[in-house]
């Protein structure tokens, strides 16, 4: 398996620019996270999905954040607008199932500078 | 709720030595428990899982941790360092029961190896 997919790698942009970041998970997982990592917060989880279902979104800071899985291979993760304190990696991990089962595999990130 | 806290954000030991990264959790009862290695711009990796079957966890790369319900502990070892355990390590926590899909990290350990 190819593992988890994100893009775009690298990233920059200006302040108030719509940000789209995207995930293909590992085929076959039924939960997707979005983590968000700095030096200052360390590794956040902003929301998972369940089944394409979004299950806890309390860690997205605010309403210019928004995340949709349209469909079991496909998530993406939109910042509008964007400000220089969203600069992070954001990562996206998939998992089979919960329980005993439940280990997160982690894309390689997508690294966003916001200037 | 579960949490993990690390003890120590930046830990350096010689090659060949003792390698010891401390986590303790925060659960109301035994939660699965994780330890996730990140090498530079990489994403994050399985090293290895508690999920109550045995105490003592072995995971790759010759690494192991001991899970200690009297000390609230799962503190990462490894007998001899190398140049390539270099990384940084992040203990990480689940519940068993319907939050067990929600993995809670720890802040990270960065490990320097000294030659």
């Known amino acids: 398996d190819a593992g988890v997919i994100q893009s775009p790698r690298h990233e920059v942009t200006e302040m108030g620019q719509e940000v789209t970041l995207r995930c293909k998970p590992i085929?076959?997982?039924?939960?997707l996270f979005w983590y968000r990592q700095t030096m200052m917060r360390g590794l956040e989880l902003l929301i998972y999905?369940?089944?394409?279902?979004?299950?806890?979104d309390s860690g997205m800071p605010e309403d210019r954040f928004s995340a949709k899985m349209p469909n079991a291979s496909f998530s993406t993760l939109k910042i509008q607008p964007s400000e220089p304190r969203d600069s992070a990696v954001y990562f996206c991990?998939?998992?089979?199932?919960?329980?005993?089962?439940?280990?997160?595999?982690f894309g390689e990130g997508s690294w966003l500078t916001v200037v | 709720a579960q949490s993990v806290t690390q003890l120590g954000s930046h830990v350096s030991v010689s090659e060949g030595a003792l390698v010891l990264l401390r986590c303790n959790y925060s659960?109301?009862?035994?939660?699965?428990l994780f330890w996730y290695v990140q090498y530079p711009n990489q994403g994050l990796q399985l090293l290895l899982k508690?999920?109550?079957?045995?105490?003592l966890v072995k995971g790759i790369n010759g690494f192991e941790a001991e899970f200690k319900k009297s000390e609230t502990s799962f503190h990462l070892t490894k007998p001899s360092a190398h140049m390539s355990d270099a990384a940084e390590y992040f203990c990480?926590?689940?519940?068993?029961?319907?939050?067990?899909?929600?993995?809670?990290f720890g802040s990270g350990t960065r490990l320097s190896i000294r030659p």
């Open positions: 085929s076959g997982h039924d939960y």
């Open positions: 508690y999920t109550s079957a045995a105490t």
């Open positions: 990480a926590v689940s519940g068993v029961d319907s939050s067990a899909s929600k993995i809670i």
């Open positions: 991990a998939s998992s089979e199932t919960t329980g005993v089962r439940n280990t997160i595999y």
């Open positions: 659960s109301s009862v035994p939660p699965y």
């Open positions: 999905f369940n089944n394409n279902v979004p299950i806890d």
